[in-house]
């Protein structure tokens, strides 16, 4: 059924995708998150299970459906816990797309009642650092084809050439945050990196974007894999 709407570019391959946001715990009834919608990486997943793919999707704390012809869903909260699934979900996968907005930060210390206000006293959060999960990826010998996502404000193109560098990445989608695009919208538009080209995707939904990646994702792959 799904070869007979799919073009089948990734037919047979094991895909990764993480989509969404992650909560870090502060107590039992606070936390840090972020405002991915999840929608982006959701899109990834099912335009990649159109592709002939056999999708993992690893999802943040996100009130999103499935999408039909999964292999596997594995939901989480926390980097530490997203880290875990994709390190396990990727072991035998030739694909991860990494749509998911980690935090970059944890609290140092998660108390286990709630804490209380001290009124007329300011409070100071220490935060410990998370894991970068591309870049633990990217430092094993064998892994698979990596894709990563970079939301900036400003300076694009910049910011993402250097991530792609930085984190050992064979793409990366950057997509400007703000003016209707990108975190809780619609529509988003994506500029795409490799090592030696790059190619933009027009202002577009998610569903119609996430099927141009999943496209461009394809032929890089077998450029390099195959
Ligand atoms: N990422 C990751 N692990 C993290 C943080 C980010 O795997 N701990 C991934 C994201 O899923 C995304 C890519 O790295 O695919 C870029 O994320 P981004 O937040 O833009 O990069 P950072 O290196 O965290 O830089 P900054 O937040 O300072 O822009
Ligand atoms: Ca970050």
Do not use: C
């Amino acid at each position: 059924l799904v070869d007979s709407f799919g073009n089948g570019a990734l037919r047979g391959l094991k895909v990764v995708v993480s989509a969404g946001p992650t909560y870090e715990d502060i107590d039992p009834v606070r936390f840090i998150g972020n405002r991915s919608s999840g929608k982006m990486g959701f899109a990834v997943a099912e335009a990649a299970v159109h592709a002939g793919a056999q999708v993992t999707l690893i999802a943040g704390p996100v009130g999103l459906p499935s999408p039909a012809g999964l292999r596997q869903r594995v939901d989480v909260r926390s980097a530490a816990q997203m880290h875990a699934a994709v390190l396990a979900a990727s072991q035998d996968a030739q694909i991860y797309i990494a749509a998911a907005a980690v935090g970059d930060y944890r609290p140092a210390e998660v108390a286990d009642h709630k804490i209380k206000k001290q009124a007329g006293a300011d409070l100071t959060l220490q935060l410990a650092e998370n894991p970068d999960i591309l870049g633990s990826l990217s430092a094993q010998t064998v892994h698979p084809f990596l894709v990563g996502f970079a939301a900036e404000t400003h300076d694009v193109a910049a910011y993402a050439q250097d991530k792609l560098k930085r984190k050992g990445l064979d793409m990366i989608a950057a997509n400007q945050v703000g003016g209707g695009l990108g975190f809780e919208a619609a529509d988003n538009a994506l500029q795409l990196f490799w090592p030696g080209g790059s190619l933009s995707l027009a202002r577009a939904n998610k569903d119609e974007l996430a099927r141009q990646l999943v496209a461009q994702v394809a032929e890089r792959y077998q450029a390099v894999r195959a």
